[in-house]
């Protein structure tokens, strides 16, 4: 895993988590992975995450496909438009059962947050992991929640606000 944070970072008030880019072959991977980010920042209880389907609605407004995660703007400008502090962008580079005498499930994401204001990149991940494929024990599904949780874990504890539970 690497990561990285912008010295001096503001907290994090409310994102936008857009589709991820889908470098893979796997049908949805993109979407897969930003809807896991979503459910694992939302559980770290430290910043508040914009709707998915009120950000695809927004952008379909302004008649941005949300589902081409290749094509749309710059994340400051749909910031902008969706009105929060942060946008959360990202690729699926690998999503897969890697082939072998025994299928060990691969993932492997890239992320970054940009600051909407400045248009700065604040916090950026790239997170690659192999499940276990002994007696079929972990799945695609599985490895790519796990990968989420590491990557929301991180951002949530650089630049979100303190837990109020």
Do not use: C
């Not at 508040?48 to 941005?64: C, G, K, T, W």
């Not at 204001?117 to 599904?141: F, H, K, P, Q």
């Amino acid at each position: 895993m690497q990561e990285w944070v912008k010295p001096g970072a503001a907290p994090v008030s409310r994102i936008a988590v857009l589709p991820f880019e889908n470098q893979t072959s796997s049908l949805r991977a993109g979407q897969a992975a930003a809807d896991l980010m979503v459910s694992e920042i939302l559980a770290t209880g430290a910043m508040a995450v914009m709707d998915p389907s009120e950000v695809a609605d927004l952008l379909r407004r302004e008649n941005l496909d949300p589902t081409d995660a290749g094509r749309l703007p710059s994340a400051q400008r749909i910031g902008r438009i969706l009105q929060v502090s942060h946008v959360l962008q990202g690729s699926v580079i690998e999503y897969r059962y890697k082939p072998g005498l025994s299928e060990t499930p691969a993932v492997g994401v890239s992320a970054r947050l940009v600051d909407v204001a400045s248009g700065d990149i604040v916090w950026t991940s790239s997170y690659a992991s192999l499940g276990s494929s002994w007696l079929r024990e972990d799945s695609v599904a599985r490895v790519a929640q796990q990968v989420a949780n590491g990557m929301a874990a991180h951002l949530s504890g650089a630049l979100g606000a303190p837990r109020t539970r």
